[in-house]
């Protein structure tokens, strides 16, 4: 879609769940002729969203964002029905995305210029996938060319996006010269410095070649304007640095991968009420919370399948709940922003948690030959994970940090102009298996093995000195989570081969906490996969979780992070002394996972933690199991 004042038009389809790990608020996309960014949240069609209810994840989302939050919602999904003419009305149901970047080349008289120029048109077949724009004038015989997106843009850290200055560019600076420009590239191999910007401006003719913009020390590029075009503005308060500076902006290709981060909220639905009936309710809050008498429920109850969990139960029941739920005082207990200490009560306690819908767990006792180093391991043969988009970075990615609310709030783009009042969300269905480490063999082992966690910790520092944020061992997870991360790393790769899915479909949940604060420790790790279906998966990731099947799956596992194919480079890595890595014995051969499954972006990872290398040997110390 395209700003109000213009015609809207469907462009492309995208999965809701896209619309907030990949495609959100302020990202990218890439269509077959176009180039669109997805517009900030005054431009969504509320009407279309539907309400998600998940109560601590709204909490936790209000801590970031303030109290005016008042909602989780989907993405606009469009009706499940036939529609004859895409171009109605009613099938005009989506995302707003409107062109960027707006500058466009034509790729035979290789014109350059921006769409409010007038050069080029807007053509809309039938076909969605061929909706482009064409230079009319072009010198080309026969039917235009179409137009492609320039392929350069610039960003900075603080999330603010802009187009090339080409004119500034190519001129050297702030110029008047209004001279029609050209992007040629004499060579095919499509390198910067094979690229040329020229102006065929009267008594000008100026060129540059594109390598000057990424060379910084040239300062060839202005400071940034604080353009936020996903929002349609410039930001009131400038662009500075956390110093007062003016911020550089930093050139960067149109599909780069750091040109967007989505900032989200992540938390697994567990049970809160004591008893069948109030959990129920607690679950279909979104709708119970605005009825206002026991006839409402009657009607929902005959008229629609929303409430078909409480089949079972008379409307006076359900309505009598409804009643005790909203003049029940409100529980100030815990912080809002730790999502994952509930969850570990519940799954180190699977007998004080109701069973619902969407949550079941079952324990089994751990394989013989690793039961010194597991306390239990628990099938989650349901679950529901509910994901909340708070905001989003460029340049500096999210999964370098603890949780969202750590990232720097300056470096947090927002979603909207205004104060939202709600936050795009998405809510998938699966399973999943939790691995309860005993306490004792862990905290023996981190003692053990004090020297690995100052590598680490030191690793960590420079870190975040390199990117000048104080204190520099602020965040740092600690060698316990070290530990389970590689472990979950090894894990996930394995259970891939046998479990029916990819290893972009499992994904980690992390429960690490060192002893000594006011919170319990915690030692735990979720692998789980989840998928949109309503019913969510098929048990194939459960399945293996039985004694008999998993110890054969953490055999291999451990088996497999002794060599890497990329041995003894990988062995001997070390997290900082040729550049700050943070990770260790671990490279895309043996233990990194896609971004999709990793919590920290294959950061505080180390195969030699799990089992001996050939750079620590048989026999290491440094081996958890032994």
């Known amino acids: 879609m395209t700003p109000k004042d213009q015609k809207r038009f469907k462009v492309g389809e995208l999965r809701p769940s896209q619309a907030l790990t990949t495609f959100g608020v302020g990202a990218i996309i890439d269509l077959p002729n176009l180039s669109v960014m997805v517009m900030g949240l005054e431009d969504w069609p509320l009407k279309d969203t539907v309400e998600i209810g998940e109560q601590r994840l709204l909490a936790s989302v209000k801590e970031a964002l303030g109290p005016q939050v008042a909602a989780l919602r989907s993405a606009p999904v469009v009706p499940d029905t036939h529609q004859v ?28 210029a921006p769409l409010g120029s007038g050069l080029f048109k807007l053509e809309t077949p039938y076909r969605t996938d061929q909706i482009r724009y064409v230079h009319a004038n072009c010198t080309k015989p026969g039917k235009p060319p179409t137009v492609v997106p320039a392929r350069f843009i610039v960003a900075c850290k603080n999330g603010h996006l802009d187009d090339f200055p080409w004119r500034d560019f190519v001129h050297g600076g702030p110029t008047k010269c209004q001279g029609g420009l050209k992007l040629l590239e004499p060579s095919a191999t499509g390198e910067a410095s094979n690229i040329i910007v020229h102006c065929e401006g009267a008594n000008c003719g100026a060129n540059r070649r594109m390598s000057d913009a990424f060379k910084m020390d040239l300062k060839a590029l202005p400071v940034c304007k604080a353009r936020r075009p996903h929002l349609r503005d410039h930001d009131d308060c400038g662009c500075k640095s956390q110093f007062g500076a003016e911020m550089p902006v930093e050139p960067m290709l149109q599909g780069a991968s750091n040109s967007w981060f989505g900032l989200t909220l992540t938390a697994l639905a567990i049970p809160q009420a004591s008893g069948k009936l109030k959990q129920l ?49 409100t529980d100030e207990g815990g912080d809002p922003s730790d999502l994952k200490t509930p969850e570990w009560a519940v799954f180190t306690d699977p007998d004080s948690a109701e069973k619902g819908r969407d949550f079941q767990l079952r324990v089994v006792p751990p394989p013989k030959r690793y039961a010194k180093y597991f306390e239990k391991v628990v099938l989650a043969e349901r679950l529901r994970e509910v994901r909340a988009l708070v905001g989003f970075s460029r340049i500096e990615s999210p999964s370098d940090y603890d949780n969202p609310a750590a990232f720097p709030e300056n470096q947090r783009a927002r979603l909207s102009r205004t104060q939202p009042s709600w936050v795009p969300a998405s809510e998938i269905r699966g399973e999943g298996l939790f691995f309860h480490f005993k306490e004792g063999p862990i905290q023996k082992w981190v003692k053990k093995n004090q020297t690995l966690d100052g ?9 975040r000195t390199a990117r000048k944020l104080d204190p520099p061992d602020e965040f740092y997870p ?119 499954s990793c919590e920290r972006g294959n950061k505080y990872l180390d195969r030699a933690v799990l089992a001996p290398t050939v750079e620590t040997g048989e026999g290491s110390e440094l081996a958890f199991f032994r």
């Not at 929902?300 to 005790?324: G, K």
Request: glycine residues 6%; hydrophobic residues 40%.
């Open 478 to 596: 600690g060698l316990r989570f070290v530990l389970l991360h590689s472990f979950a790393h090894a894990l996930i790769r394995q259970l891939s081969v046998e479990c029916g899915y990819t290893t972009a479909s499992l994904r980690e949940r992390i429960y690490s906490r060192n002893p000594g604060g006011d919170e319990p420790e915690m030692a735990g790790v979720l692998i789980y996969t989840a998928a949109p279906d309503s019913e969510g998966t098929l048990g194939g990731l459960v399945s293996l979780g039985w004694p008999g099947t998993l110890e054969r799956h953490l055999d291999q596992a451990l088996d497999n992070v002794r060599l890497c194919a990329s041995d003894p480079l990988c062995a001997e890595h070390h997290p900082y002394r040729e550049g700050t890595t943070l990770h260790a014995a671990a490279c895309h051969a043996c233990l990194f996972a896609p971004e999709t």
């Open 85 to 112: 003419n895409p171009f109605d009305s009613s099938a005009l149901v989506g995302i707003p995305v409107a062109p960027f970047p707006r500058w466009m080349v034509c790729p035979y008289c290789r014109r350059l």
């Open 455 to 463: 590598v680490f910790l030191e690793a960590h520092r420079l870190w």
């Open 281 to 329: 309710v607690d679950d279909h809050w979104t709708v119970l919370e605005k009825v206002q008498s026991e006839q409402n429920i009657e009607l929902l109850q005959a008229v629609t399948t929303q409430l078909r969990d409480l089949s079972e139960y008379p409307a006076a029941d359900i309505w009598q709940a409804v009643q005790a739920k909203k003049t029940a005082p």
